[in-house]
């Protein structure tokens, strides 16, 4: 009989970087590697513009490239977590865009107009699924 084990990054690559993030920052890790994609991309991009990272970089390979997160020295997630599963999409409208923290962080959305921060959803007037909450 052979047990078969299921890896959270196969199924789902987002709640696969919210982990390593987290787990780097509890570690006292300067930076981040990871298989690359535009979603990942993207919600890099919103951290960084955000001011939860310091940078990121992409190095293409002959797959699917890596990303390369530069975290800040002091740190400044406190927590990152999944909404949206594969098993269970969770979307909103422009106007129910949630507040997170009072206002402290952030919600990063998948909208038509791509990776935004709720912050800008909500200047921009979109919603989208929810895929995680940063503060």
């Known amino acids: 009989m052979s047990i078969k084990f299921s890896i959270m ?6 709640a696969d970087m919210f982990t390593r993030i ?4 509890q570690a006292g890790h300067k930076e981040i590697e990871m298989p690359g994609s535009k979603i990942k991309l993207g919600i890099a991009d919103v951290l960084k513009r955000e001011g939860y990272i310091k940078d990121y970089e992409f190095t293409p390979d002959n797959k ?4 390369k997160i530069y975290l800040k020295p002091v740190p400044v997630i406190q927590e990152i977590h999944r909404v949206s599963k594969p098993g269970r999409r969770t979307y909103v409208e422009s106007t129910k865009i949630p507040i997170v923290r009072d206002g402290i ?4 959305l998948s909208t038509p ?7 800008e959803a909500k200047f921009s007037n979109v919603g989208g ?5 940063v503060w």
């Open 129 to 133: 699924e929810i895929l995680g909450y």
């Open 9 to 14: 990054g196969m199924t789902d690559p987002i």
């Open 113 to 119: 107009r791509g990776i935004l921060s709720s912050r």
């Open 22 to 25: 987290r787990n780097a920052i």
């Open 105 to 108: 962080g952030i919600a990063i």
């Open 64 to 67: 699917q490239g890596i990303i």
